[in-house]
């Protein structure tokens, strides 16, 4: 019965992006809405573009492995860079009126640093949908019964998010993402409410977590243990905010306050309802503590779809996979659209294919989406990395390279192309090189990406002031 039900779900998401195409006439309509979305949409798109496969599953896993403390960079980080987004760069980055954020660094910089940070945001983005792309094969594979391999399930998933995708774009994932919400949240407070019961209750489970130290956040230590954990927290709260997916719901609101408060509100509803999948883990470990503590040790991401596999009713079933579901397409279909418009837009209409025009461009970015989704299969397929870490390495790279010249470029009038072009370099350098010849210092690489990438955006800016002073007072004497 279960995997009928999921199949009629899967029909359904096609649909609405059959009747979501309908609104797509030209690549504005593809990307961005046309710029008409109202405020619940866009605080249903925001949050459920976030709500994926790693906070069902690889955050509820680590937490129960961590505690709070592990999960530092999602929910947390996470969350403060919706709110971040939204009251900061929301209002400023509306107002250009633009399609992608590649359109950005062209705008305040130059053609050079549009194309690296498009690459550079592009290929933060495969981490990102090979996770969820991990994700759906794993849930078809438990809905099925093993029926249904995980490679298998990874390609009939990718299949069904490319298919409403690819004709409704944007309009599509907005609609899809209303309804997904919606099943979300009650899906999940719903299974709550039953486990909790199992478990012994709100109260125990909580205490008991208490007890076993899981609640607590902060670190005990000296810089040993501090540094680390605010690296992990800057990657998703920073990293996150030079992204594309971010970009297009801020900027598809129909005005600039609802930019604002859909994105702020998407992340203040993330936070609330993350906490919900690490409670149900965690209860598990309670309801029967042998089996998934055994779990936790071998295979951590199948806590939650064997709890509910083996002690809720079909129809919490049916709720749980129906959110899970929702939740992974969702940020499927919303980090597939975001590198292929990027691409099309950044890379081949400036750079290889000038004269292209709307319609060109619109069948351009629809043949890029299938592209890009088969070399995110391929990832997904290859890759030994869990869903959190897959998610959590995905933003390094736009934290150590694009936030700098993005937050200086809006707040900072002297930032150049030459202190944009310095701080890409000295940022992704040096967090490459830390990777290379020091990943087991107590500094995360892409903490000291961060720090040089502002160190040359302040360097490369100010150079050439320094030089004017220095032959204005050579000509003097």
């Given at each position: 019965?279960?995997?009928?039900?999921?199949?009629?779900?899967?029909?359904?998401?096609?649909?609405?992006?059959?009747?979501?195409?309908?609104?797509?006439?030209?690549?504005?309509?593809?990307?961005?809405?046309?710029?008409?979305?109202?405020?619940?949409?866009?605080?249903?798109?925001?949050?459920?573009?976030?709500?994926?496969?790693?906070?069902?599953?690889?955050?509820?896993?680590?937490?129960?492995?961590?505690?709070?403390?592990?999960?530092?960079?999602?929910?947390?980080?996470?969350?403060?860079?919706?709110?971040?987004?939204?009251?900061?760069?929301?209002?400023?980055?509306?107002?250009?009126?633009?399609?992608?954020?590649?359109?950005?660094?062209?705008?305040?910089?130059?053609r050079?640093?549009?194309?690296?940070?498009?690459?550079?945001i592009?290929?933060?983005?495969?981490?990102?949908?090979?996770?969820q792309?991990?994700?759906?094969?794993?849930?078809?594979?438990?809905?099925?019964?093993?029926?249904?391999?995980?490679?298998?399930?990874?390609?009939?998933?990718?299949?069904?998010?490319?298919?409403?995708?690819?004709?409704?774009?944007?309009w599509?994932?907005?609609?899809?993402?209303?309804?997904q919400?919606?099943?979300?949240?009650?899906?999940?407070?719903?299974?709550?409410?039953?486990?909790?019961?199992?478990?012994?209750?709100?109260?125990?489970?909580?205490?008991?977590?208490?007890?076993?130290?899981?609640?607590?956040?902060?670190?005990?230590?000296g810089?040993?243990?501090?540094?680390p954990?605010?690296?992990?927290?800057?990657?998703?709260?920073?990293?996150?905010?030079?992204?594309?997916?971010?970009?297009?719901?801020?900027?598809?609101?129909?005005?600039?306050?609802?930019?604002?408060?859909?994105?702020?509100l998407?992340?203040?509803?993330?936070?609330?309802?993350?906490?919900?999948?690490?409670?149900?883990?965690?209860?598990?470990?309670?309801?029967?503590?042998?089996?998934?503590?055994?779990?936790?040790?071998?295979?951590?991401?199948?806590?939650?779809?064997?709890?509910?596999?083996?002690?809720?009713?079909?129809?919490?079933?049916?709720?749980?996979?129906?959110?899970?579901?929702?939740?992974?397409?969702?940020?499927?279909?919303?980090?597939?659209?975001?590198?292929?418009?990027?691409?099309?837009?950044?890379?081949?209409?400036?750079?290889?294919?000038?004269?292209?025009?709307?319609?060109?461009?619109?069948?351009?970015?629809?043949?890029?989406?299938?592209?890009?989704?088969?070399?995110?299969?391929?990832?997904?397929?290859?890759?030994?990395?869990?869903i959190?870490?897959?998610?959590?390495?995905?933003?390094?790279?736009?934290?150590?390279?694009?936030?700098?010249?993005?937050?200086?470029?809006?707040?900072?009038?002297?930032?150049?192309?030459?202190?944009?072009?310095?701080?890409?370099?000295?940022?992704?350098?040096?967090?490459?090189s830390?990777?290379?010849?020091?990943?087991?210092?107590?500094?995360?690489?892409?903490?000291?990406?961060?720090?040089?990438?502002?160190?040359?955006?302040?360097?490369?800016?100010?150079?050439?002031?320094?030089?004017?002073?220095?032959?204005?007072?050579?000509?003097?004497?």
């Amino acid at each position: 019965m279960l995997i009928w039900f999921v199949i009629l779900y899967l029909l359904f998401s096609v649909g609405i992006g059959l009747y979501a195409s309908r609104r797509v006439h030209n690549s504005r309509d593809f990307v961005v809405a046309g710029r008409h979305l109202p405020l619940p949409v866009v605080t249903a798109t925001v949050f459920a573009t976030w709500f994926g496969a790693e906070t069902v599953l690889g955050i509820s896993a680590t937490f129960v492995q961590k505690g709070l403390g592990g999960v530092v960079a999602d929910p947390f980080g996470a969350s403060m860079c919706l709110i971040i987004a939204g009251m900061f760069f929301a209002p400023l980055l509306y107002r250009m009126n633009l399609l992608t954020i590649g359109d950005y660094y062209r705008a305040r910089y130059n053609r050079a640093v549009e194309l690296i940070m498009t690459v550079c945001i592009m290929i933060s983005y495969l981490g990102w949908v090979s996770a969820q792309v991990v994700a759906l094969g794993l849930v078809f594979n438990v809905v099925s019964g093993d029926a249904i391999s995980n490679e298998a399930g990874m390609i009939l998933g990718i299949s069904v998010v490319l298919a409403y995708t690819i004709f409704g774009g944007m309009w599509s994932v907005a609609l899809l993402d209303f309804v997904q919400m919606t099943v979300i949240m009650a899906a999940l407070l719903l299974i709550a409410a039953l486990i909790s019961g199992d478990a012994g209750g709100v109260d125990h489970v909580v205490g008991h977590a208490q007890a076993a130290g899981k609640l607590q956040l902060l670190p005990s230590g000296g810089m040993e243990v501090w540094i680390p954990f605010i690296g992990a927290a800057l990657t998703m709260m920073l990293g996150s905010i030079p992204q594309q997916d971010v970009f297009q719901r801020m900027t598809s609101a129909k005005t600039e306050k609802i930019a604002v408060r859909g994105t702020v509100l998407g992340g203040v509803l993330y936070f609330g309802f993350a906490f919900i999948p690490m409670f149900l883990a965690y209860s598990a470990t309670l309801i029967d503590p042998k089996f998934f503590s055994d779990l936790v040790e071998s295979d951590s991401q199948m806590v939650l779809p064997s709890l509910i596999m083996n002690h809720t009713p079909l129809i919490a079933q049916v709720m749980f996979f129906g959110a899970l579901l929702s939740a992974i397409m969702s940020t499927a279909s919303a980090t597939l659209l975001a590198p292929s418009a990027m691409f099309t837009e950044n890379i081949l209409k400036h750079f290889a294919l000038r004269n292209m025009s709307d319609r060109q461009m619109l069948r351009t970015m629809r043949i890029i989406l299938v592209t890009f989704g088969c070399i995110v299969l391929w990832f997904a397929l290859n890759s030994e990395s869990s869903i959190f870490h897959m998610v959590e390495d995905a933003y390094k790279i736009t934290l150590v390279g694009a936030f700098v010249p993005l937050a200086f470029g809006l707040y900072w009038k002297r930032a150049s192309n030459q202190g944009a072009l310095l701080s890409i370099a000295l940022g992704v350098g040096s967090w490459l090189s830390m990777e290379i010849i020091g990943p087991e210092t107590y500094w995360p690489p892409q903490l000291v990406g961060l720090l040089f990438s502002i160190a040359g955006m302040l360097i490369g800016s100010m150079l050439p002031n320094v030089m004017r002073v220095h032959h204005a007072s050579h000509s003097k004497t």
